[in-house]
């Protein structure tokens, strides 16, 4: 998917909302618990109560790898019921990979190749050749993680290097590798208040926004300081939406906190 497609689907849904599907087997209904697949049945029903008010869903592979082979497949399902039948929706799959450069290449022909999802969350830690085999897939997108949402984002990323933030390093830095032009970027909703810095350095480019509702970011603050002339924000909300009932109608309120989402965020556009 084009970043245009991305923006035009934006407008027109006029959301600009993620649904992260971190699925924990303790936390869904339990009477999911009988079906053949429960972590497929569970993100079945979220996607089909959800798909018009978001943009874009976002599995964390950890919740699926937690759960071995099946958990694998209830992935692949996800990403095949969402390619088939909604293609116009943004595909993350928040793998938060990186690694040398062969090994690179194996993680980003798993996630953008054979799962085909449309991007995947990439770790910059070790640096342009661990990243670069991800930014080959041109008509994918590269997410790289920026200034997370964690406390121990305060550990490495603000701390300086020659004079200046690690994150800003990152930031400046990562345009200047081959196809750097199409990264995206992950920043926390907890920080706000860097924003308008990050703006200033990369002006155009997308940020996937996790960090709302479960760990108290603030979706006015993020839109303030964060949105850009094509919006320019994908904003995650995981716990807070999938998991605002764990009862039989686990969908429909699901789809009524992704509708209080989308109704702010239409005013915000
Ligand atoms: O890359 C991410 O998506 C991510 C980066 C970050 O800085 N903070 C963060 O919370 N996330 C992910 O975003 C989701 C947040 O989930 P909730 O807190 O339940 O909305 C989880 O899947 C996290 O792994």
Redesign the pocket.
């Known amino acids: 998917m084009t970043t245009q497609q991305l923006v035009d689907q934006i407008r027109s849904k006029k959301s600009f909302l993620c649904i992260?599907l971190?699925v924990d087997l303790d936390k869904i209904p339990e009477h999911l618990l009988e079906e053949e697949d429960p972590v497929f049945a569970f993100n079945k029903a979220i996607i089909d109560a959800t798909h018009h008010l978001a943009v874009a869903y976002?599995p964390?592979t950890?919740?699926y790898e937690a759960y071995g082979i099946k958990g694998w497949q209830a992935l692949r399902k996800t990403i095949d019921y969402l390619n088939q039948n909604h293609p116009e929706i943004f595909t993350?799959a928040?793998a938060?990979r990186g690694d040398i450069g062969n090994t690179s290449g194996m993680y980003a022909k798993a996630f953008l190749e054979d799962l085909a999802f449309d991007s995947v969350?990439v770790a910059p830690y070790m640096g342009k050749d661990s990243v670069e085999p991800f930014l080959a897939y041109e008509d994918k997108h590269t997410?790289l993680?920026a200034?997370?949402?964690?406390e121990g984002?305060f550990d490495f990323q603000t701390q300086k290097v020659d004079e200046e933030e690690l994150y800003k390093k990152v930031l400046k830095v990562s345009k200047t590798w081959k196809n750097g032009q199409n990264l995206m970027y992950?920043?926390?909703a907890t920080k706000t208040e860097f924003l308008a810095e990050i703006r200033r350095i990369i002006p155009e480019s997308f940020l996937?926004v996790?960090?709302?509702?479960?760990?108290g970011g603030r979706l006015e603050e993020v839109c303030r300081y964060g949105m850009n002339r094509n919006v320019g924000l994908l904003i995650?909300?995981?716990?807070?939406?999938i998991y605002a009932s764990q009862e039989k109608d686990f969908a429909r309120a699901a789809a009524e906190k992704a509708e209080e989402l989308q109704q702010q965020m239409s005013k915000l556009l």
């Not at 200034?147 to 964690?150: D, G, R, V």
């Not at 996790?210 to 760990?215: E, F, L, R, S, T």
Request: aromatic content about 4%; cysteine-free; proline content about 3%.
């Open positions: 992260g971190d976002k964390n950890a919740f993350i928040d938060k969350t997410i993680l200034l997370t949402s964690n984002a992950v920043v926390g996937l996790p960090g709302v509702g479960a760990q995650n909300s995981s716990r807070g939406i």
